[in-house]
């Protein structure tokens, strides 16, 4: 019942606001928004919507959200002061110090994997590898475990319930596992031909198709794929002709129009940035207006092992600047409280600087950040050591982490589900806490 209740509200929402330019800030907005926005935000329960801003490569966090001034492995960037009192982050990330009293920094992540493909997988399922298992990415599992009972398609409107919008390599290999086709994300901008060109491959048809025969081709697959069907009972079938089905549903036009930023005004897509990373919190965006329970937008080029400092400055205003647009739209639109908003990537990289002027690999101490969605923001947990070498308070391992999420989005982090294996899998680790302090 809660969630069709936040279901309700945010259509309710995104048909009774106003659209284009006048939603480019707060202030710009009637008198009776923000009152609108304050009842909505009211009615507090488990976060809706998940937006995970993954930042792929390693992001040096000791330079973004841990800064260590003074020491030799502090780097050349300056801090600023928050609208958290006590909590300083760096000077190239302005908007999200704008934002902190929303948000927490977890400055005491930390693991045993410095390797891209195991941290990636880690990160994104809170599992390392384990031979023939099929882990499924954080995105398939919430989908699956706040369905509503019954439930046998993950779409929203015609809309998959999870959609990655540039995704990494080592991200896109994960997919929904043993989940199944069913909760495989829908990638966007894979095949952009432009920075801004955002496109699902092969969602139009072909242009020298009409309607009648493109519903007659249509017809013919499904009645071949039921009779397949009614002669198997094999999951991946049936899987696959769920996959089948949510992909013709994708092509209709009101479906397809969720994922186009055409009717955007250019003055909302220059806010966020005409990056593939600003113009996917766009999309973030509005995939959540219509209630789609993950979305991840990533980042590439946080591998910085050389020129560290030059790469992180200009990253970080890519990413301070469509975070900040993409925040200050939640708010406006009374949407902040049920999103929760994670920006992570797969480690962190070297306190101390190396020949090249870059930072290497370093899983052993680094921070993440989780905003809206119930977060008791203005915090910071745990610490790192003078030098930012090690936790030396409060260690938060991946599957806390993961657990944690979980918990913001009303999953019970001890459910299993049977793997491809036949090994039942708890959503979460058994070693798994939840750092409650994180919870509002």
Known sequence: MASAVHHSRRRFLRNALPSGAALSCCGSLS??????????????????????????????????????????NGGPFKSIATAASGIRICEHLPSWARWMKHAAIIRSVTSKEGDHTRAVHLARTGYVPQGAIRFPALGSLICRETATPGQ??????????????????????????????????????????????????????????????RRKRLELLSNLDDRF???????????????????????????????????????VRDRYGRSVFGQGCLLARRLVERGVRFVEVSLDG??????????????SATLDGAAGALLDDLQCRGLLESTLVICMGEFGRTPKI??????????????????????RGGQVVGATNDAGTEVSRDPVYIPDLLATICRLVGVDVTKQNDSNVGRPIRVADATAKVVEGLIG
């Open 354 to 375: 190396n020949a090249g002027g870059g930072r290497d690999h370093w899983p052993h101490a680094w921070s993440a950040v989780l905003a809206g969605g119930g977060v």
């Open 302 to 315: 946080w591998d910085t092992h050389s020129d560290n400092f030059t790469a992180v400055e200009g990253l």
């Open 31 to 72: 008198g009776w928004l923000p009152s609108l926005a304050h009842a909505a935000a009211a009615s507090k329960g488990p976060a809706t919507s998940v937006v995970l801003l993954w930042l792929n490569g390693g992001p040096s966090t000791i330079d973004l959200w841990d800064m260590k001034p003074g020491h030799e």
């Open 229 to 267: 069907r009614d002669r198997s009972t094999n999951s991946v079938v049936a899987g696959i002709h769920a996959a089948n089905e949510a992909a013709i549903r994708l092509m209709r036009p009101d479906a397809a129009g969720a994922i186009l930023l055409d009717d955007e005004p250019n003055d």
């Open 152 to 213: 046998t398609e993950n779409l929203v409107d015609g809309v998959p319930g999870f959609v990655s919008i540039a995704p990494s390599r080592y991200a896109a290999e994960i997919g929904a596992g043993f989940l199944g086709p069913a909760y495989t994300p829908l990638n966007v901008g894979l095949y952009a031909n432009r920075p801004e060109d955002l496109k699902v491959p092969n969602l139009a048809g072909s242009a020298d198709i009409d309607d009648a025969e």
